[in-house]
């Protein structure tokens, strides 16, 4: 079917639009990662989204027209630890290197995608750059204990052109959410994923519960997908279709971090390398993550 006739479906308001089905998003949004619509479609699809919302199977089939368009990182079927990096940082210290690095210590292939999709943020790609971690230039095979930073693009150029509409404007669509929720492997993956807003935390569960995925999802730090090293977030995992939380939210007003860093790359970048030297402590809501992924990733290799 043409994109046309899917926006007669969704594009009819709020409340006069109708969903797609599974079958119907995964065609409709394979023909806008092929790049086979114009732009004024492409307006039109980003714009009907915004303002009608994506149901879980809408979303599932989204991400049933990336799976078939992606790049897939080899991982010999270890389970990888994915960490999505799209918000950047504005008022905090962009950590998600940090975790990644952290993550990969402990002997976990561990795998951070992303794009900067805002030129006002620091993002995790200049910290880890300046942290000697170069994007990758290639897919390659992930090993335990490596951390690869892996640009969109090289994993979908059509899913990367889409996030780049939000330059022109100037509104989310939905590959912001897609980004999150997608495994980029061939094989197993503990997802990490966060969310800005409550009544994303529903909608990203439920897709979670759909696709049978495996993730932890917690209220990130400014949409990165690591805990606000001021006060620990609740954080749920997810698997088989079931929800478990395994951590409850620390209450109370927000503690101080000693030392906490400017949110500039240089201050970004020194400090992570102070706590992964011994020199600074790992904060608190951090650690805790850390522990909660470790287990997770060790009972989804186990998983049959």
């Known amino acids: ?23 119907q998003a995964a065609d409709l949004f394979g023909q806008v990662l092929d790049g086979a619509v114009t732009d004024l479609e492409i307006g039109a699809f980003c714009l009907a989204m915004r303002i009608k919302g994506e149901t879980p199977q809408e979303m599932a089939g989204f991400l049933d027209a990336t799976a078939a368009r992606l790049q897939p990182i080899a991982s010999q079927g270890r389970t990888v ?8 940082a504005r008022k905090l210290p962009v950590l998600t290197p940090l975790l990644g690095l952290l993550l990969a210590r402990e002997g976990l292939p561990v795998l951070i ?15 880890l750059l300046a942290l000697g971690v170069p994007a990758q230039e290639a897919i390659k095979l992930i090993l335990p204990g490596e951390l690869q930073w892996v640009p969109t693009a090289l994993l979908c150029p059509g899913l990367q052109r889409l996030l780049d509409v939000r330059r022109v404007v100037g509104l989310r669509n939905p590959a912001h959410s897609l980004v999150k929720l997608m495994n980029p492997c061939d094989g197993p993956a503990l ?89 600074q402590p790992v904060p608190v809501p951090i650690a805790l993550q850390l522990a909660h992924i470790v287990r997770l990733a060790k009972q989804t290799r186990t998983t049959p």
């Open 1 to 23: 079917m043409g994109i046309g006739n899917y926006i007669k479906v969704i594009g009819r308001g709020k409340d006069g639009a109708r969903a797609l089905t599974r079958a």
């Open 191 to 279: 997802i990490v994923s966060s969310y800005t807003h409550p009544e994303y935390a529903a909608s990203m569960t439920a897709t979670f519960q759909l696709l049978q995925a495996h993730a932890l999802l917690l209220r990130g730090t400014e949409g990165e997908p690591v805990a606000d090293p001021r006060r620990t977030p609740a954080m749920d995992a997810i698997a088989d279709g079931q929800v478990t939380r395994v951590q409850e939210a620390q209450g109370g007003t927000l503690a101080s971090v000693p030392g906490l860093p400017a949110p500039d790359v240089a201050s970004t970048a020194s400090w992570i390398q102070a706590v992964l030297s011994g020199a």
């Open 81 to 88: 630890v994915v960490l999505p990096s799209y918000n950047g």
């Open 113 to 127: 995608h992303g794009a900067s999709t805002e030129s006002t943020r620091v993002s995790a790609q200049n910290v």
